[in-house]
């Protein structure tokens, strides 16, 4: 089978699944799979013979305050699918991609083709971006207009449920988020630990695109709590708009020389292999791909509440999670965690958990979509 995959090629985790995605499914030697995206997507690092990039070639004009990449990703879709006849259409994240690739589909079905298209919604397509007025209408019909649409869980799919206008006939199938169990597993990195804490000190860990809704913040005055009661250390991972304000906040109380912000590291799994807890707080967050990857690494997670977060952290079991902004149960929650008696059932548990979101246990449920909108 060959599919088109188009994504967002960047370090987000809408980009991450369609590309490991895309990966898994050509290691198969049963799909040939053709990336559609504006740039390199960056887990796409190695050569495979079933796996190709074709970029969308944005030109801009003076005339053109907003370059229309809507279109010119529709135009490439159209080119692709025709020059390498492709079966199918995957899009990940709807915003632009399930409606440039329904104009797609009709630029194709005019010319005879008739190209299924699959949507995966991820996240702030629907619960921030999608939902706002402006693009309400566009992301209901291009839900609508789907062969086939997937949510990474039950919240989303509820979510999409209440917020937009979706036909009866659409049927939104959860596939959730999945993992690659041998790149994310705990390594022996003593020598790095050692490196960042020189005193056996435990190591708390955040990754995120340090966007308002992640409320990275909230690690930060989780941190001061615990500090107070256990020595440890924080890594800040990953880049955003808010990180020069949570830089300067470290400095005003005074815990810079216990913090480092590392950026965008595209070795994930070594930093989790040497952290002791995993924190995210966010507002939303539809899955917490980041959390999975931490609980696969045997890092245990405290998070909030929200979105599909108890669809994967297990209460008193894999982590724990507290209302969102209820900074003092994240810290008093970290502390039980910590203690030296509990943090290796805690870290068995988040590995056991990350092993029910295998790659071998969802591709399959993906490659049935495709299965079931091939024979619509
Ligand atoms: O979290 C982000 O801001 C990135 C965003 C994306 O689309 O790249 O992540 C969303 O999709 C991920 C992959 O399905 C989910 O694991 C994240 O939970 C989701 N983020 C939010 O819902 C905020």
Redesign the pocket.
Same mark, same amino acid.
């Given at each position: 089978m060959k599919i088109g995959i188009v994504c967002?090629p960047t370090y987000?985790?809408?980009?991450? $699944?369609a590309t490991e995605l895309g990966k898994a499914l050509a290691a198969t030697d049963r799909y040939e799979v053709h990336f559609i995206t504006y740039d390199q997507p960056t887990r796409l690092d190695f050569f495979n013979k079933n796996l190709f990039y074709h970029k969308v070639d944005i030109r801009t004009y003076p005339l053109f305050k907003y370059p229309p990449y809507e279109l010119a990703l529709a135009s490439s879709m159209v080119q692709v699918v025709k020059n390498e006849q492709l079966d199918l259409l995957h899009v990940h994240?709807a915003i632009p991609h399930a409606s440039a690739a329904f104009m797609a589909k009709q630029i194709l079905k005019a010319q005879g083709i008739d190209i299924p298209v699959v949507t995966t919604l991820?996240?702030?397509?629907i619960?921030?971006v999608g939902k706002d007025e402006t693009f309400e209408p566009v992301v209901s019909f291009s839900i609508n207009q789907s062969d086939g649409v997937t949510a $990474?869980s039950e919240s989303l799919k509820q979510q999409t449920l209440e917020y937009f206008d979706i036909q009866s006939s659409t049927d939104i199938k959860v596939v959730p988020?999945f993992i690659d169990l041998d790149r994310f597993k705990r390594q022996k990195k003593d020598h790095f630990k050692k490196a960042i804490c020189p005193n056996g000190e435990k190591l708390l860990i955040h990754i995120s695109?340090m966007?308002k809704?992640k409320r990275a913040s909230d690690v930060i005055k989780v941190f001061a709590k615990v500090r107070k009661e256990i020595p440890c250390k924080l890594l800040m991972v990953g880049d955003g708009p808010e990180r020069t304000h949570l830089e300067e906040t470290c400095y005003d109380i005074g815990a810079c020389h216990d913090v480092r912000f590392l950026g965008k590291l595209d070795t994930i799994e070594e930093v989790l292999s040497v952290a002791d807890l995993f924190i995210m707080p966010?507002a939303?967050?539809?899955?917490?791909?980041a959390a999975l990857e931490a609980m696969a690494c045997e890092v245990p997670v405290i998070s909030s509440n929200v979105?599909?977060l108890p669809e994967l952290n297990i209460q008193g079991v894999t982590g724990f999670m507290s209302d969102v902004g209820d900074v003092d149960d994240m810290a008093r929650n970290t502390i039980h965690i910590l203690q030296d008696e509990h943090l290796p059932t805690f870290k068995a548990n988040a590995r056991k958990r990350a092993e029910d979101f295998s790659l071998e246990n969802i591709r399959p449920l993906y490659e049935e979509v495709y299965e079931q909108v091939l024979k619509k």
């Open positions: 967002y987000g985790g809408s980009g991450v $699944v994240y991820h996240g702030t397509d619960t921030l $990474v988020n695109n966007r809704v966010s939303k967050e539809s899955f917490g791909l979105g599909g």
